[in-house]
């Protein structure tokens, strides 16, 4: 059973950086695709981007200038830093690991995910 | 704003039907998927590609797809099933970026 655990401080300084990893266990961070996705407090889902284990990568558009995901397969772990946080980036940050089938129809989908960790943007 | 468009609440009397729409322009050419999720905890997959249960998801659960709507529908709803719901695909880009919904709540009467 794949397991994926996020890890970071809860806590980050407006204009400081947050940086979070995930730690995937029970499988190989190989062949997938791996994401982050936020929910700011009582709101929806946000995309915001994610790795391929060959370290490609797409962001969100509103996000890209700030985004930046890596992946050290050797740790078996991907991470995420975004820059210049203001209160709006208050959310809880999830990993996932995404499937991607290509055919007639291609579609996607996150099979597993971590718990989540709130991150909070404060002085 | 989400280039996937939800009704924002939906509601059910138990035991009933309900249909959870999804609609954009990335949905012509993409499958969506779909994520139930419940207060305090991490979203759970549904039902992805055409009409596929993960392990472990009733089979009350079901999805479908015409021209650029995707539907999540719940044959007999039960208690257990209020939540949120989330479509997700890509987006209209043609860059493989994600996107998701913007959520609809679902209320068990």
């Known amino acids: 059973q794949v397991q994926l655990q996020e890890s970071g401080p809860g806590l980050v300084k407006p204009s400081e950086t947050l940086s979070l990893t995930c730690t995937v266990s029970g499988g190989s961070i190989s062949s997938y695709y791996w994401s982050w996705i936020r929910q700011p407090p009582g709101k929806g889902l946000e995309w915001i981007g994610y790795?391929?284990?060959?370290?490609?990568?797409n962001y969100n558009p509103s996000l890209k200038s700030r985004v930046t995901i890596s992946v050290d397969t050797s740790k078996n772990q991907f991470s995420l830093k975004l820059s210049s946080v203001t209160a709006a980036d208050t959310a809880v940050y999830y990993c996932?690991?995404?499937?991607?089938?290509?055919?007639?129809?291609?579609?996607?989908?996150?099979?597993?995910w971590g718990q989540g960790t709130l991150v909070t943007v404060s002085s | 704003s989400s280039e996937l468009t939800q009704d924002p609440a939906v509601s059910v009397a138990l035991g009933q039907t309900v249909r959870i729409t999804c609609q954009g322009d990335s949905l012509r050419s993409y499958y969506a998927s779909w994520y139930q999720q419940k207060p305090g905890q991490a979203p759970v997959l549904v039902i992805y590609g055409k009409n596929n249960r993960p392990s472990g998801i009733p089979d009350r659960f079901s999805g479908s797809s015409s021209g650029n709507t995707a539907s999540l529908t719940i044959t007999g709803a039960q208690a257990e099933d209020e939540a949120d719901y989330y479509c997700n695909s890509r987006d209209s880009s043609g860059n493989h970026r994600g996107v998701f919904g913007g959520g609809t709540k679902l209320t068990v009467l």
């Open positions: 790795i391929y284990y060959s370290g490609s990568t």
């Open positions: 996932a690991r995404e499937v991607t089938i290509f055919g007639v129809v291609t579609y996607t989908y996150f099979d597993y």
